[in-house]
């Protein structure tokens, strides 16, 4: 079994068809289960194609910087394991060991660049265009200006160096984030006991809702991409009644905006309205 896994996963970076059915199967089947089982009521400025195109947008621009990453990912990937560098290879984990080194140190390096975004100022400009979209729905998952995507990469190769991930690890946990970032920005209504028990594992619909909301402290938490417990452990978990929470923000940026592409992508190069 684990020949085949592997055998799978580290070429996956080679075939972009399979990689991008991933992606766009999570979003089809989201996007029509939070048709049916939506959690908040949605006020488009147009209609719900309109709010995913400018979504789609930015979705496009963070493939295309993330092809381009990609040829560093593969070669630092290739060096930890040419040079036995990383904690996988010091540790002398074996395949099992592997996959579970590389999943976790690639989503701490999504939760430890997510809470650098929001506690540096000159970051957080970029990072604001994702929370300025006042209807979360499952397109705003990949709703990431381009400065946003490109420090995502930093961090992620800063993980790759350290933990020694190598391209099966790498392409198993990008699977998982696909999926979980579609999940858990999906406008969907999870039974209330499902949700909590998830969330003691996994980051659910609403845990990642409060993140959300349009207020501090509430953004400032629940910074996990597919794990929950990195909140927990470091103290960065809350949690509201999805009932309460507002979507946007409260000052930074105009939210009447929240739709107009070229205005977000200009919006880290203005002053911040307060």
């Given at each position: 079994m684990w020949d085949s896994i592997i055998e799978y996963f580290s070429t996956l970076e080679q075939r972009p068809g399979q990689r991008m059915a991933f992606l766009v199967g999570g979003l089809l089947i989201f996007w029509i289960i939070e048709g049916a089982i939506p959690l908040l009521p949605m006020k488009y400025k147009r209609n719900?194609?309109?709010?995913?195109?400018?979504?789609?947008?930015?979705?496009?621009?963070?493939?295309?910087?993330?092809?381009?990453?990609?040829?560093?990912?593969?070669?630092?990937?290739?060096?930890?394991?040419?040079?036995?560098?990383?904690?996988i290879h010091w540790f002398g984990a074996g395949i099992a060991g592997a996959i579970i080194i590389s999943v976790l140190a690639l989503d701490f390096s999504s939760w430890l660049v997510h809470f650098v975004m929001h506690k540096v100022p000159v970051l957080w400009r970029f990072h604001l265009v994702h929370h300025s979209d006042n209807n979360v729905d499952v397109t705003t998952g990949l709703r990431h200006h381009p400065g946003d995507s490109l420090l995502r990469g930093v961090f992620f190769l800063l993980l790759i160096f350290v933990s020694g991930a190598p391209m099966y690890g790498v392409m198993i946990y990008q699977t998982l984030v696909v999926i979980a970032t579609a999940f858990t920005h999906a406008n969907i209504s999870l039974p209330k006991k499902l949700d909590k028990v998830l969330s003691y594992v996994l980051v659910s619909p609403n845990m990642h809702k409060v993140h959300h909301h349009w207020k501090q402290p509430y953004t400032d938490s629940n910074y996990g991409a597919v794990f929950s417990f990195w909140d927990r452990l470091l103290g960065t978990f809350m949690k509201m009644d999805p009932k309460e929470i507002r979507y946007g923000l409260d000052r930074y940026y105009p939210n009447e905006k929240d739709e107009d592409f070229m205005s977000l992508m200009k919006r880290p190069f203005q002053k911040l309205r307060d």
């Open positions: 719900k194609l309109r709010h995913a195109a400018v979504n789609f947008g930015f979705t496009c621009i963070h493939l295309v910087i993330h092809t381009l990453l990609a040829i560093l990912i593969v070669k630092l990937s290739d060096w930890c394991h040419e040079a036995d560098f990383g904690l």
